[in-house]
């Protein structure tokens, strides 16, 4: 979602301009490559042991009943990725006015790191697994930093 927002942000900014801020394949690299080890981390992390959850059932009756995922649960994701756009492509404007063509480079950097602390944001408890994947994923971006630099305004 936050990049759909980043994507309206920029075309109201910059006039309606119908390009994208971003090509395909750093559009495909933050879908596959940069972003997946992270939220498979995260669907990974336990909040209790497997022997706890068995013996107690009744912490997870709210998740059963389908109070975590609800409309106002999607408002709430839907808002972050409203504000975090914002703050995304305001600042990036705002602080780096003058070069315009690194916009994108910086924008996109920025999201992905943002999309870091968010995946470290919903984690019960920092674990190895979870370490490991976000690492991982900054060396596959900085690798195609330097690998392909043809796609970034350096």
Same mark, same amino acid.
């Given at each position: &979602?936050? $990049? =759909? /927002? *980043?994507?309206?942000? %920029? #075309? &109201?900014? /910059? %006039? =309606? !301009? #119908?390009?994208?801020?971003?090509n395909g394949y750093l559009i495909l690299g933050y879908s596959t490559i940069y972003t997946s080890l992270p939220v498979?981390?995260? +669907?990974?992390?336990?909040? !209790?042991? @497997?022997? +706890?959850?068995?013996?107690?059932? *009744?912490?997870?009756? =709210?998740?059963?009943?389908? @109070?975590y995922l609800n409309f106002k649960t999607f408002m709430i994701w839907t808002w972050k990725s409203m504000f975090q756009a914002a !703050? $995304? &492509?305001?600042?990036? $404007?705002?602080l780096f006015h003058d070069s315009f063509l690194m916009v994108m480079s910086i924008t996109f950097t920025t999201l992905i790191c943002i999309e870091f602390l968010n995946v470290y944001q919903e984690m019960t408890k920092a674990h190895r697994g979870m370490i490991i994947s976000i690492v991982l994923s900054v060396i596959s971006y900085a690798l195609t930093i330097l690998l392909f630099n043809n796609l970034f305004q350096i």
């Open positions: &979602m936050i $990049i =759909s /927002f *980043i994507q309206a942000i %920029f #075309t &109201m900014t /910059f %006039f =309606s !301009v #119908t390009i994208p801020i971003y498979i981390a995260l +669907v990974l992390d336990q909040d !209790v042991e @497997r022997d +706890v959850c068995l013996k107690f059932p *009744i912490l997870y009756k =709210s998740l059963q009943a389908g @109070r !703050v $995304i &492509m305001f600042l990036a $404007i705002i």
